[in-house]
């Protein structure tokens, strides 16, 4: 397989890489200074691209590519991949699902505790030698309190599953109801943030979902909620959220994804109820070893006319 | 019970004091220039002692106290008061037990989240603009799936067990004697348990026993994969042991709430990145802070009603 063209889209993982680079001819889009020309050079002998959370395939490139026979995404979420360019042109999509489904729930909780426990704001507390001088202020609990969830998918029902250990109550939003679950579903997601005290964005990001957490949302959550957003930036209307945050009228926000990565509100800098991560909801070294492994294993199936390990499209 | 009167030893809830003086004749200690002066002028008065884990009643002032009857104290651990002093003396105890645990089963939670997906670190990180010049932060360690070990499975380490296992941990522990009413992994000896897991946490009582039962043997057994998560007491660890390991590699991080010299903690940790430092904030919430102090409040009226205690342990 090492004559087949590969085009990785960005810096993602070195040992992808380096396994990409052995068993194809690996391209890589970063480091051509003029892309639309290295494209044209290249377009005939490039049949897969590797994309992740930053860079997909868009329909430009797709257009481009005129042997495009497959796109596997070094990430779960598809929103920077043109299905429906995909489905048309009869092009397969893989993604990878299930290997991150623990890490990015963890992350959500490890986030909520540290918002509502002000875990990150009490450990610079300490460096800064502040606890000599007098104790840190009292914080909120968070056992018991209730978990409002946008999207009920794999991520989504194992931030459920670790939320309910510390007895917090759950409900969830999604497009329909989910059958055989237990937790309190609403169908208007303002009606669950006016029903919960942190709610966790877990959806996909589609046309529909963009902007799902707008002004609205953030005034029905309320000054004592809590946001917390696992899924993509453009979930949440920033501005809006950022003006709620400053102005008190939401009490905190755990934040991995924003907008513009990695552009963030340097509002938000100042502020001791947010917690601010670099997008690294799958950010193990287990698990982008097990993500990079999936990403191969499609790759190779395709081109071995096996069956796709994890295909979306 | 306006003429009851209750020393309290150094300010910890505005909302318990409050609550005590509308009760009680409260002597705060730390509004005297010493414990002396205090003494000199009120030691006939006190009957009650209101404590805490940072001063509480030790032998020389139960001593001193010839109409104490009670020492009710703002927290669960009892490593600040001379129980057996109390016990010759007839003197009862109460505690905060049940109220505070999941408050630091959380913390401890938090912690070895925050240690291992390196919250704290990616949080500077963003913050100090690094991540916008086009830095990637490195890669951390996942926690679902982990080892944990648990020296002390009472209330708040059954209750850190119960958190950890939604994660799809394994759960194993050490204490004095096997529980009979759990399935999980009984180690009779902390060796063998900081062997066998990836994340050992300290959540047993202080008492001369378990002082530094964290050392250098148990630290080396935890070794350089090994995480260490204290919300006990600042004493189970050999603070200068874990330090030196923390900064030579022979262990990977730590997460603590708890030093052995309050508000002191080592100015080695202070530049480490793989560690995660609270200032003794385990039960701090308003939710929880409210509900020790009406416990304390509680036992105080019982006693002095001559009712059964709430939360006795003496």
């Given at each position: 397989?090492?004559s087949?063209?590969?085009l990785?889209m960005?810096?993602?993982?070195n040992?992808?890489?380096?396994?990409?680079?052995k068993?194809?001819?690996?391209?890589?889009y970063w480091?051509?200074?003029?892309?639309?020309?290295f494209?044209?050079q290249h377009?005939?002998?490039?049949?897969?691209?590797v994309?992740?959370a930053?860079?997909?395939?868009?329909?430009?490139?797709?257009?481009?590519?005129p042997?495009l026979?497959?796109v596997?995404?070094y990430?779960?979420?598809?929103?920077?991949?043109?299905?429906?360019?995909c489905k048309?042109k009869?092009i397969?999509?893989?993604n990878?699902p299930?290997?991150?489904t623990?890490?990015?729930?963890?992350?959500?909780?490890?986030?909520m505790l540290?918002?509502?426990r002000?875990?990150s704001?009490?450990?610079?507390?300490v460096?800064?030698?502040?606890?000599?001088?007098?104790?840190f202020?009292?914080?909120?609990?968070?056992?018991?309190?209730?978990v409002?969830?946008i999207?009920?998918g794999?991520?989504?029902?194992?931030?459920?599953k670790?939320?309910?250990?510390f007895?917090?109550?759950?409900?969830?939003?999604?497009?329909?109801?989910?059958p055989n679950i237990n937790?309190?579903?609403?169908?208007?997601?303002?009606?669950l943030?006016?029903?919960?005290?942190?709610?966790?964005?877990?959806?996909?990001?589609t046309?529909?979902t963009t902007?799902?957490?707008?002004r609205e949302?953030?005034?029905?959550?309320?000054?004592?909620?809590?946001?917390?957003n696992?899924?993509r930036?453009?979930?949440?209307?920033e501005p809006?959220l950022?003006?709620?945050?400053?102005?008190g009228?939401?009490?905190?926000?755990?934040?991995?994804?924003f907008?513009?990565?990695?552009?963030?509100?340097?509002?938000l800098f100042?502020?001791?109820?947010?917690v601010?991560?670099p997008?690294?909801g799958?950010?193990t070294?287990?698990?982008?070893?097990?993500?990079?492994?999936?990403?191969l294993?499609?790759?190779?199936a395709h081109?071995?006319?096996?069956?796709?390990?994890?295909?979306?499209v | 019970m306006e003429?009851v009167?209750?020393?309290?030893?150094?300010?910890?809830?505005?909302y318990l004091?409050?609550?005590?003086?509308n009760?009680?004749?409260?002597?705060?200690?730390?509004?005297f220039?010493s414990t002396?002066?205090?003494?000199?002028?009120?030691?006939?008065?006190?009957?009650?002692?209101?404590?805490?884990?940072?001063?509480?009643?030790?032998?020389?002032?139960?001593e001193?106290?010839?109409r104490?009857?009670?020492?009710?104290?703002?927290?669960v651990?009892?490593?600040?008061?001379?129980?057996n002093?109390?016990?010759e003396r007839g003197i009862r105890?109460?505690?905060?037990?049940?109220v505070l645990t999941d408050?630091?089963a959380d913390i401890a939670?938090?912690?070895?989240?925050?240690?291992l997906?390196k919250i704290c670190?990616?949080?500077g990180?963003?913050?100090?603009?690094?991540w916008?010049?086009?830095?990637?932060?490195?890669?951390a360690?996942?926690?679902?799936?982990?080892?944990?070990?648990i020296?002390?499975?009472?209330r708040?380490?059954s209750?850190?067990?119960k958190?950890a296992?939604?994660?799809g941990?394994?759960?194993?522990?050490?204490?004095r004697?096997k529980?009979?009413d759990t399935?999980?992994?009984y180690?009779?000896?902390?060796?063998?348990?900081a062997?066998?897991c990836?994340?050992?946490?300290?959540a047993?009582?202080l008492?001369?026993e378990?002082?530094?039962?964290?050392?250098r043997?148990?630290?080396?057994?935890?070794?350089?994969?090994g995480i260490?998560?204290?919300?006990?007491?600042?004493p189970?660890?050999?603070e200068l042991?874990?330090?030196?390991?923390?900064?030579e590699?022979?262990?990977a991080g730590a997460?603590l709430d708890?030093?052995?010299n309050e508000?002191?903690?080592p100015?080695?940790?202070l530049?480490?990145?793989?560690?995660?430092?609270?200032p003794?904030?385990g039960?701090?919430?308003i939710e929880?802070?409210?509900?020790?102090?009406?416990?304390v409040v509680?036992?105080?009226e019982a006693?002095f009603?001559?009712?059964?205690?709430?939360?006795?342990v003496?």
């Amino acid at each position: 397989m090492e004559s087949i063209g590969v085009l990785m889209m960005c810096p993602m993982n070195n040992y992808l890489e380096q396994e990409l680079d052995k068993r194809f001819n690996l391209f890589r889009y970063w480091t051509q200074p003029r892309q639309s020309e290295f494209l044209i050079q290249h377009a005939e002998s490039i049949r897969a691209v590797v994309g992740n959370a930053s860079a997909g395939a868009s329909a430009e490139l797709i257009d481009a590519l005129p042997k495009l026979e497959i796109v596997s995404s070094y990430s779960v979420g598809l929103d920077k991949i043109d299905l429906i360019k995909c489905k048309e042109k009869g092009i397969r999509v893989t993604n990878t699902p299930d290997v991150l489904t623990d890490d990015v729930a963890d992350l959500a909780i490890g986030l909520m505790l540290a918002v509502l426990r002000r875990i990150s704001e009490c450990d610079r507390y300490v460096r800064s030698g502040a606890w000599k001088h007098g104790d840190f202020k009292l914080t909120t609990k968070f056992s018991g309190k209730r978990v409002g969830i946008i999207g009920l998918g794999r991520i989504g029902l194992a931030i459920a599953k670790r939320a309910e250990a510390f007895d917090c109550s759950i409900s969830y939003h999604s497009r329909s109801e989910k059958p055989n679950i237990n937790y309190k579903y609403y169908g208007s997601i303002i009606e669950l943030a006016s029903n919960c005290d942190i709610l966790v964005v877990a959806c996909a990001l589609t046309p529909e979902t963009t902007h799902i957490v707008n002004r609205e949302v953030i005034d029905a959550l309320g000054a004592k909620g809590v946001l917390i957003n696992i899924g993509r930036g453009p979930h949440v209307d920033e501005p809006e959220l950022v003006s709620a945050l400053v102005e008190g009228r939401l009490g905190g926000a755990g934040l991995d994804v924003f907008e513009k990565e990695p552009e963030v509100p340097e509002q938000l800098f100042g502020l001791d109820n947010v917690v601010l991560l670099p997008h690294v909801g799958s950010g193990t070294i287990e698990t982008r070893k097990d993500m990079a492994d999936l990403v191969l294993g499609n790759l190779e199936a395709h081109f071995a006319n096996k069956p796709l390990l994890t295909p979306v499209v | 019970m306006e003429n009851v009167g209750v020393m309290m030893t150094c300010p910890m809830s505005a909302y318990l004091e409050q609550e005590l003086e509308n009760r009680f004749k409260l002597l705060k200690l730390w509004e005297f220039p010493s414990t002396t002066h205090f003494l000199t002028q009120h030691s006939d008065s006190v009957m009650a002692v209101v404590g805490n884990t940072k001063l509480g009643a030790d032998s020389e002032l139960i001593e001193l106290l010839p109409r104490l009857e009670i020492v009710a104290s703002y927290s669960v651990g009892l490593d600040k008061i001379d129980l057996n002093k109390c016990r010759e003396r007839g003197i009862r105890v109460t505690n905060t037990p049940d109220v505070l645990t999941d408050d630091v089963a959380d913390i401890a939670v938090g912690l070895i989240l925050a240690a291992l997906r390196k919250i704290c670190a990616c949080d500077g990180f963003v913050r100090t603009g690094l991540w916008r010049n086009g830095d990637s932060f490195e890669l951390a360690t996942k926690f679902s799936g982990k080892s944990i070990g648990i020296v002390g499975l009472g209330r708040i380490g059954s209750a850190i067990a119960k958190r950890a296992k939604a994660f799809g941990c394994t759960i194993s522990y050490h204490s004095r004697t096997k529980k009979q009413d759990t399935n999980y992994t009984y180690y009779s000896n902390i060796i063998d348990l900081a062997s066998n897991c990836d994340i050992l946490v300290v959540a047993c009582a202080l008492t001369e026993e378990t002082r530094h039962i964290v050392n250098r043997k148990v630290i080396d057994a935890l070794g350089p994969k090994g995480i260490l998560i204290n919300i006990g007491r600042g004493p189970h660890v050999d603070e200068l042991e874990l330090v030196s390991a923390l900064c030579e590699g022979r262990l990977a991080g730590a997460g603590l709430d708890v030093f052995e010299n309050e508000p002191e903690v080592p100015k080695s940790l202070l530049g480490l990145q793989n560690v995660v430092l609270l200032p003794h904030v385990g039960s701090d919430t308003i939710e929880t802070s409210k509900a020790m102090a009406d416990l304390v409040v509680a036992n105080l009226e019982a006693h002095f009603l001559k009712r059964p205690l709430l939360t006795p342990v003496v």
